[in-house]
């Protein structure tokens, strides 16, 4: 509990709100999609009788 508080409050600082704004760019967005995208289909790939269950959690 109090560990989350701290995080969180960390997390809120000027400085790392900054640091967020100047990282979230569309370009970044979009490739990270993409990568997510490859990432579950190897995954899903990699073990035919696991795939519904990675098809669950990941959507």
């Known amino acids: 509990m109090e560990m989350k508080h701290m ?3 960390y997390r809120n600082t000027p400085e790392t709100k900054q640091k967020n704004k100047r990282r979230k760019s569309k370009k970044n967005k ?3 999609k993409v ?3 490859q990432h579950r289909h ?3 790939m990699e073990s035919s009788s696991h ?8 959507r």
């Open 7 to 9: 995080a969180r409050t």
């Open 30 to 32: 979009a490739s990270w």
């Open 35 to 37: 990568f997510r995208e």
């Open 42 to 44: 190897a995954s899903a």
């Open 51 to 58: 795939m519904n269950v990675a098809k669950v959690v990941c």
